[in-house]
């Protein structure tokens, strides 16, 4: 049983940064893709960004390109998500996400990943 906890989340004022760390716990991190997914009050769960489990190849929705950076260290079983120059449209709900199927297939569909942490909350003051 995977356990995948965030942290990092808060409010900012738009321009600013923030850092997201996912801690993941029961399972072989280093085996599957993980991802960044984000829901915000009305709006479907989107994936924001993905990483391949040696972190060969990463995804990231046309929203986010240039602004966010994935990342992932195996040996702390831990994930990152770089968030810079953020924008009121970044407000949501950001979940962490083990797809535990695939250590290379980056899928975009929530319904794919079968962990999910508590999720936290990022909030952007214009």
């Known amino acids: 049983q995977v356990q995948l906890v965030e942290s990092g989340g808060g409010l900012v004022q738009a321009g600013g940064s923030l850092r997201l760390s996912c801690a993941a716990s029961?399972?072989?991190?280093?085996?599957?893709?993980m991802g960044w997914f984000r829901q915000a009050p009305g709006k479907e769960r989107e994936l924001v960004a993905a990483?391949?489990?040696?972190?060969?190849?990463?995804y990231y929705a046309d929203s986010v390109k240039g602004r966010f950076t994935i990342s992932r260290d195996n040996a702390k079983n831990t994930m990152y998500l770089q968030m810079n120059s953020l924008q009121p449209e970044d407000t949501a709900v950001y979940y962490c996400?083990?797809?535990?199927?695939?250590?290379?297939?980056?899928?975009?569909?929530?319904?794919?990943?079968?962990?999910w942490g508590q999720g936290t909350q990022v909030t952007i003051s214009s």
């Open positions: 990483i391949t489990s040696t972190s060969a190849s990463t």
């Open positions: 029961g399972g072989t991190f280093s085996s599957y893709v």
């Open positions: 996400a083990a797809d535990t199927t695939t250590g290379w297939d980056i899928r975009r569909e929530a319904y794919k990943y079968n962990y």
